[in-house]
């Protein structure tokens, strides 16, 4: 059977590494805050034309191998745009 990958913090204590999901685009503002955030260049900001043909921005995830679980990202952003899973060793 799987289990959930556990690493530990500097003291020693248990951590369980929440890996980013999902970015919910409906919601994103593109403001670009979790790109700047993340120091494992996980993120990017993607353009779009919207209904009235003015170009807006959308983050996406653009390296989720990079991802620490550190769920930075999503405290950032004021959308609540992210989810996170822990990952099956
Ligand atoms: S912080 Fe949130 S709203 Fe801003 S770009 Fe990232 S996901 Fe979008
Ligand atoms: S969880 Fe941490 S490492 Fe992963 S994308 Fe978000 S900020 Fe980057």
Known sequence: MSEVVVCQTFGGLPWTPQY????????CLGCGRCVKLCVQECLGLESFE????????????????????CRSCGKICVRHAYSFKAKLA
């Open 20 to 27: 980013v999901e999902e970015i919910n685009k409906e919601v």
């Open 50 to 69: 919207d209904d009235e043909g003015t170009e807006r921005y959308v983050a996406k995830i653009v390296n989720k191998d990079q991802c620490v679980g």
